[in-house]
């Protein structure tokens, strides 16, 4: 399995200068974390108006049910309407044949053919109502035809209101469920991101280890250099012409994972791309891309080496002989770092065992 510390020197020098800190697993956890963040309330949103949905779409089917039973009860009046219709009709034609044969006879000749003025009366009595009967027949079936007519078009307005919402109902689900389906998708993404961040990050102690071996059998024999690097205690110059110590040496609290860390040097902020220079003469046994420490320079001063982590770009190569002050690179923000700005890693080891190089370096820069 490739050990994934390795991920991050496998962009090279190049790589780590074009985009300062856009391969450090810290931030790319931070940013992961709030995006997983982020799409978690999107989702719990996107989950709340579904469930608000589905609840809506409940409410209009019992609705449909509800217009069933009214439907079921406008069928029944239809029923009864269709019923007195045909009363009323049959009704309609006896009275309209008794009208017509009256009208064949002659009305005239009907009424004055009385043979008294009581006949008459009767006869008249029965003509206005057979006239009347003719005129609420007719009523009575106009308004059982509107009725039935007024009935009809209720019921179907209805239904298709209730039915035209539950298709926009439905189709605005279809919709949110798919959003979800690219959210969860996209969760799954951010979270894999973060996964390898973590496993990134906590690859930084075998870095560690890794570095030492590496520096192994690196050291060249400095034994007739004209000063002792421990003359220089206390006084060491600082890599940086200004700057601050924001991560001390030892053991802390990573306030991004919670874990306990060592950091076996000391992190300086300094400008971005600002000068890094050599606190001692030595000689150059690394400059190149560290999985963890980002571009670095390693500077052997016998029993001794200095190191210079994070840097945004280098400036001297392997077995060059340098002097304490000279440029060895810039101030970056590759490897693994704090999400605090640009900085320099520096370490003062002794036979690659890391010392606090608090109690080398003199007060201030």
Not at 90 to 105: C, E, K, S
Not at 159 to 172: F, H, N, Q, T
Not at 256 to 285: E, F, H, Q
Not at 312 to 324: H, M, N, P
Request: hydrophobic content about 40%; overall charge neutral.
């Amino acid at each position: 399995m490739i050990h994934l510390a390795l991920l991050l020197g496998l962009a090279g020098p190049s790589l780590a200068q074009e985009d300062p800190g856009g391969g450090d697993p810290k931030r790319q956890l931070a940013r992961a974390q709030q995006e997983e963040q982020g799409v978690l309330a999107q989702l719990k949103e996107i989950d709340q108006r579904i469930a608000w949905n589905q609840l809506r779409i409940f409410a209009l089917g019992k609705d449909l049910e509800a217009l069933a039973i009214v439907a079921a009860e406008h069928e029944e009046r239809l029923r009864a309407a269709e019923t007195a219709l045909t009363h009323q009709t049959d009704r309609a034609r006896a009275v309209m044949r008794h009208y017509y044969r009256l009208r064949r006879r002659g009305l005239a000749r009907v009424l004055f053919s009385a043979e008294s003025p009581v006949d008459l009366r009767r006869r008249m009595t029965y003509l206005l109502r057979i006239l009347r009967a003719s005129h609420t027949v007719n009523l009575q079936f106009r308004e059982a035809l509107a009725q039935r007519a007024a009935a009809l078009a209720e019921v179907e307005a209805d239904r298709a209101v209730i039915l035209k919402s539950r298709d926009e109902l439905a189709a605005e689900e279809a919709t949110m469920a798919a959003e979800r389906a690219r959210r969860v998708a996209l969760l799954d993404e951010v979270r894999g991101r973060k996964d390898l961040a973590l496993a990134l990050l906590n690859e930084k102690e075998q870095a560690i280890q890794n570095l030492g071996m590496k520096l192994s059998g690196l050291s060249p024999d400095t034994s007739d250099a004209p000063q002792p690097f421990t003359a220089l205690y206390g006084q060491l110059r600082w890599p940086v012409a200004s700057g601050r110590i924001t991560r001390p040496f030892g053991e802390s609290r990573d306030t991004l994972t919670g874990a306990m860390v060592k950091n076996p040097g000391v992190d300086i902020t300094a400008s971005l791309y600002s000068p890094v220079r050599a606190v001692a003469d030595g000689a150059v046994i690394l400059a190149d891309n560290v999985p963890g420490y980002g571009l670095t320079v390693v500077l052997s001063h016998g029993d001794y080496s200095t190191v210079y982590g994070s840097c945004g770009s280098l400036s001297v190569r392997r077995g060059q002989t340098v002097r304490e002050g000279e440029k060895i690179g810039t101030v970056g923000e590759t490897g693994v770092t704090d999400d605090g700005g640009p900085r320099v890693h520096f370490e003062v080891r002794y036979h690659n065992s890391p010392q606090d190089p608090t109690s080398w370096l003199r007060g201030s820069p």
